[in-house]
């Protein structure tokens, strides 16, 4: 079965590191580049943080910096969810691993270009990077499949009532992004929230073998929920969503992001009736099957060192 090329791009951040732990030994996953941008914390933080997770697995995956800030916004991090660092928790030693040589929106237009096959893009923290490519390099479309990203929320936000934060922290990006005309996958917030790992999964995570208990010493420190109301998975319900995706129920709709200095600045309206358009610009993800991920969850950390 030929592989799904993907490109992830991210801010690990806790959540991402899973993510890219698991796209790293699925066997559906040709994984050719990790594209890093500032989010959770600023970009040399997010790229040391990628480059420690590819050293960590041993793996060839290219990671390339990309954006320090959002088109227009200033840059407000969450550190306070995922640690100073960006990855508090772990002590993963020394970097070795480099990033390549040019910006990760060139590196994401060599590597789409070169593909033989139309690459698939799984952005998991800003829109930045992805923005910029369309606005640069807008014949790169030609040999994108797909986006499925995790962002946004068909009810309230995590960073203001309205805004989920990967949306928030680059609200141009993503009106540019949603508007790109290519096919779109919205994972949510309010569907990765209910996405979590309690207690149970994570006594059964820390011993299943060393990533686990990498996880578990890095979940210490996540602050996406807490260990009595569980913790949010956000990210790798992007994965999930590409590689399983009858664990969630999607619908096709018209998605808006809203832009402007309002409270609304960041909110992602899903016009799920279809009053105000004709053609829908998303497919976004309405419930996920708990039980049906956490299996998912385990079963993919089985395939971890
Ligand atoms: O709102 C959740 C998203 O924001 C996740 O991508 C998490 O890593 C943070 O970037
Ligand atoms: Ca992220």
Redesign the pocket.
Known sequence: MKKIPLIIDT?P?I??AVALAFAFHHPAIDLKLISTVA??VNVDKTTDNALRLVEYFDVEVPVAKGCSEPLIKELED?SE??GESGMDGYDFGPITRKPLDVHAVEALRQTILASPDPVTLMP??ALTNIALLFKIYPETKANIKEIVL??GSLARG??TTAA???IFTDPEAAAIVFKAGLPLTMIG?DV?SKAVLTTTEIEKIKTMNQTGAMFASLFGHYR?GSMKTGLKM??VCALAALVEPAIFSMQSTYVEVQTGDTAANGATVADLKMKYHTEANADVALEVDVERFRKWFLEMLALTK
């Open positions: 801010d951040g959540d991402d989010g959770n969450c969810i995922h998991i923290a995790m962002g995590n960073t989920e934060f990967n917030l990765t996406g956000h990210d």
